[in-house]
């Protein structure tokens, strides 16, 4: 059983379409987040969210949308995608907001064209 | 807010070999240290952590020992493999706020 799943691996599509990338975790964690990583391996949080709250959004363009409907789901859409926006997206979940023992899904790389 | 910087960027080093890699941290409020190895099209996964009440932490042939007068922080993995290529990152954070990592190092092992 993966422990933090996110689909779809991979999302090829044009500029200004929206698109979105799912996340479960079956580990029971409070929180929940999303990281870009970008082409030269830089991680950077995007959002956290704890028992379907948000408490962390960085600088994010409000194109991107988080959504959690329950503590084991958290969801991002993205609107009106530009080229800048492709990157690997990775969701994570951690026992609670201490930011310790993150585990990582596999990734959804995202290529804008 | 909290800057990370991590040295070198990227590391060569032969089969058995050890592999140290360096990072400091700017906020001294900071208390967790972790490490994280992502091998290439892998997702990130902890490899270590350290708190700022202990200066040195042993898992087999990883040890990351942490400065907290000087806020730096090192990984030490000791006759390394082939299979410890990847891209290691640091990061730090204090309490609940937003962990920040560094730009990682790539460890490149030849057998």
Redesign the interface.
């Known amino acids: 059983d993966t422990a933090v799943s996110q689909t779809p691996k991979y999302l090829v599509t044009q500029m200004g379409n929206d698109k979105s990338i799912k996340c479960e975790q079956n580990l029971g964690h409070d929180t929940m987040y999303w990281y870009k990583q970008d082409s030269?391996?830089?991680?950077?949080?995007m959002f956290?969210y704890n028992n379907k709250e948000l408490i962390?959004n960085?600088t994010v363009p409000n194109r991107f949308s988080p959504k959690s409907p329950d503590k084991a789901h958290l969801n991002l859409h993205i609107n009106s995608l530009e080229l800048g926006d492709s990157a690997v997206y990775?969701c994570a979940s951690s026992q609670d907001?201490?930011?310790?023992?993150?585990f990582?899904?596999?990734?959804t790389q995202l290529s804008v064209l | 807010g909290e800057n990370v910087e991590q040295h070198p960027s990227t590391l060569s080093v032969q089969e058995g070999d050890s592999a140290v890699i360096k990072c400091t941290y700017s906020d001294s409020a900071s208390n967790y240290f972790p490490w994280y190895k992502q091998e290439l099209g892998k997702r990130p996964q902890l490899i270590i952590d350290i708190r700022s009440n202990v200066g040195e932490k042993k898992d087999q042939r990883i040890a990351v020992t942490l400065n907290k007068t000087a806020k730096h922080f090192s990984l030490h993995i000791t006759e390394t493999q082939p299979e410890d290529s990847a891209v290691y990152f640091c990061a730090a954070s204090k309490g609940y706020s937003t962990l920040t990592f560094g730009k990682g190092t790539m460890l490149l092992v030849s057998p």
């Open positions: 030269k391996k830089f991680l950077k949080i956290s962390i960085e990775f907001t201490s930011n310790e023992k993150l990582f899904g596999s990734g």
